[in-house]
């Protein structure tokens, strides 16, 4: 019953072994303390005070866990003084409020691996994918990177929620009601937490009807919703602040306003490029290469693989990264935004490893190899400094449609050559 009982009963895969658990955690530990060490070696933190950065998220957060729900106006800046609950536990832990900053996001964050190969397992992945995309996190700059220089954020429990409401969503048993309260712990924290309301909805709408859906949804929603409005009620905001305006101040995004013709075309380069490799990197070159070796195929209707038809774990990672790519519209910092995309990715990249293996041959362990070769040369270029303008995405991107375009002739010569052979 999908009022009463389990969030849902049937799912694509199976959960991990407590080994397996075990070995994720120690892994995303080992993978978190590396990228904090690297982090802090080339970038170093943010620094605080700074005239530079005042007008950046960290000083709101810093004064709410310093003087919590005081008058000082930094506590009552909208959106970030609804954001209580990571704010809240750096002032109630016994540490410095910077150290406790970094403890919460260190800890979250390396908590996010974990979870997010049990979803990937859940939706039917295999370990060597579901790991190699696992550690594929640990490579997204706007994630781990970005948080660990500037660790006065929320996006670590953000991430973090987000990863186990993913879980939840595809582990069997789990109660309608625990799902409901991680989501309304994670809206304390920010409101991105209300975006695992959507696969909870496309993945009952698919198993169950439509009127029954609709009241499960509500009942699951109600509670992070009423968390959500109380905090709006009950903590003023001093700025101007409302949706109508965040809705307007969409009109200023590139291309909105731009003709017809060059202008347009700059502007479209310029959108799509944030919203795919300034956010999230070289992680995307196997769903690439995966997309031209398929679409032909998939075109004319000869192959669609039975891979990408894990119906749960694409409707939970599509439905938690559309709203974040469509919240990416009002926020000053888009690509920080796109990051909470990053379920769609992994999911994508690990499916693009298997299919890339079968496609041309590999055994597991090259693929897997593969696969570390790929987040090895993420880490180099976030180290390196990548450049994210629109001119650098047109090389990149020229780059890539030619290798894509010769491995694709290669393997299509050797599957030929194979296929010629007596």
């Given at each position: 019953?999908?009022?009463?009982?389990?969030?849902?009963?049937?799912?694509?895969?199976?959960?991990?072994?407590?080994g397996?658990?075990?070995?994720?955690?120690?892994?995303?530990?080992?993978?978190?303390?590396?990228?904090?060490?690297?982090?802090?070696?080339?970038?170093?933190?943010?620094?605080?005070?700074?005239?530079?950065?005042?007008?950046?998220?960290?000083?709101?957060?810093?004064?709410?866990?310093?003087?919590?729900?005081?008058?000082?106006?930094?506590?009552?800046?909208?959106?970030?003084a609804?954001?209580?609950?990571t704010?809240?536990?750096?002032?109630?832990?016994?540490?410095?409020f910077?150290?406790?900053?970094?403890?919460?996001?260190f800890?979250?964050?390396?908590?996010?691996?974990?979870?997010?190969?049990g979803?990937?397992?859940?939706?039917?992945?295999?370990?060597?994918?579901?790991?190699?995309?696992?550690?594929?996190?640990?490579g997204?700059?706007?994630g781990?990177?970005?948080?660990?220089?500037?660790?006065?954020?929320?996006?670590g429990?953000?991430?973090?929620v987000?990863?186990?409401?993913?879980?939840?969503?595809?582990r069997?048993?789990?109660?309608?009601?625990?799902?409901?309260?991680?989501?309304?712990?994670?809206?304390?924290?920010?409101?991105s937490?209300?975006?695992?309301?959507l696969?909870?909805?496309?993945?009952?709408?698919?198993?169950?009807?439509?009127?029954?859906t609709?009241?499960?949804t509500?009942?699951?929603?109600?509670?992070?919703?009423?968390?959500?409005?109380?905090?709006?009620?009950?903590i003023y905001?001093?700025?101007?602040?409302?949706?109508?305006?965040?809705?307007?101040?969409?009109?200023?995004?590139?291309?909105?306003?731009?003709?017809?013709?060059?202008?347009?075309?700059?502007?479209?380069?310029?959108?799509?490029?944030?919203?795919?490799?300034?956010?999230?990197?070289?992680?995307?070159?196997?769903?690439?290469?995966?997309?031209?070796?398929?679409?032909?195929?998939?075109?004319?209707?000869?192959?669609?693989?039975?891979?990408?038809?894990?119906?749960?774990?694409?409707?939970?990672?599509?439905?938690?990264?559309?709203?974040?790519?469509?919240?990416?519209?009002?926020?000053?910092?888009?690509?920080?935004?796109?990051?909470y995309?990053?379920?769609?990715?992994?999911?994508?990249?690990?499916?693009?490893?298997?299919?890339?293996?079968?496609?041309?041959?590999?055994?597991?362990?090259v693929?897997?190899?593969?696969?570390?070769?790929?987040?090895?040369?993420?880490?180099?270029?976030?180290?390196?400094?990548?450049?994210?303008?629109?001119?650098?995405?047109?090389?990149?991107?020229?780059?890539?449609?030619?290798?894509?375009?010769?491995v694709y002739?290669?393997?299509?010569?050797?599957?030929?050559?194979?296929?010629?052979?007596?």
């Amino acid at each position: 019953m999908l009022g009463n009982g389990p969030v849902f009963t049937e799912v694509d895969g199976r959960s991990p072994t407590p080994g397996e658990w075990w070995n994720a955690l120690a892994v995303s530990l080992s993978a978190m303390t590396a990228v904090a060490l690297l982090s802090a070696l080339r970038f170093g933190v943010v620094p605080y005070p700074s005239a530079v950065y005042a007008a950046w998220d960290q000083n709101r957060y810093i004064a709410m866990a310093l003087h919590p729900f005081s008058a000082n106006p930094l506590v009552h800046q909208a959106p970030f003084a609804w954001r209580i609950l990571t704010p809240l536990l750096a002032h109630v832990l016994p540490l410095p409020f910077k150290d406790s900053f970094y403890a919460i996001n260190f800890v979250a964050l390396a908590l996010v691996g974990p979870f997010v190969y049990g979803w990937l397992r859940s939706a039917g992945r295999p370990h060597s994918s579901a790991a190699a995309a696992t550690l594929g996190f640990y490579g997204l700059y706007w994630g781990p990177w970005f948080v660990s220089w500037d660790y006065f954020l929320t996006d670590g429990i953000g991430l973090l929620v987000t990863a186990i409401g993913l879980w939840l969503l595809l582990r069997r048993g789990v109660r309608w009601w625990v799902f409901s309260l991680v989501v309304a712990a994670g809206s304390l924290n920010k409101e991105s937490a209300l975006f695992l309301l959507l696969p909870y909805f496309l993945i009952a709408v698919r198993r169950g009807a439509v009127l029954k859906t609709a009241w499960s949804t509500i009942k699951v929603a109600l509670l992070p919703c009423a968390v959500t409005s109380a905090l709006r009620a009950w903590i003023y905001h001093t700025n101007t602040y409302d949706y109508l305006a965040l809705l307007r101040r969409a009109r200023g995004l590139p291309g909105v306003h731009a003709a017809l013709g060059p202008r347009l075309a700059v502007a479209i380069v310029h959108v799509g490029w944030t919203y795919s490799f300034a956010t999230f990197g070289l992680l995307l070159l196997p769903v690439t290469a995966v997309a031209a070796l398929r679409l032909a195929r998939i075109l004319t209707r000869r192959e669609v693989s039975r891979a990408w038809g894990r119906r749960a774990g694409v409707l939970s990672a599509i439905g938690v990264s559309a709203p974040a790519c469509l919240a990416a519209v009002v926020v000053s910092n888009p690509t920080r935004a796109v990051a909470y995309a990053f379920p769609i990715v992994l999911l994508l990249f690990s499916l693009s490893v298997e299919v890339l293996a079968s496609a041309l041959g590999w055994s597991r362990r090259v693929a897997s190899g593969v696969a570390g070769a790929v987040i090895g040369a993420q880490i180099a270029a976030i180290l390196a400094g990548f450049d994210t303008t629109p001119g650098a995405s047109v090389i990149v991107v020229v780059g890539i449609v030619a290798g894509v375009a010769t491995v694709y002739a290669w393997a299509l010569r050797t599957r030929r050559a194979e296929e010629s052979q007596p």
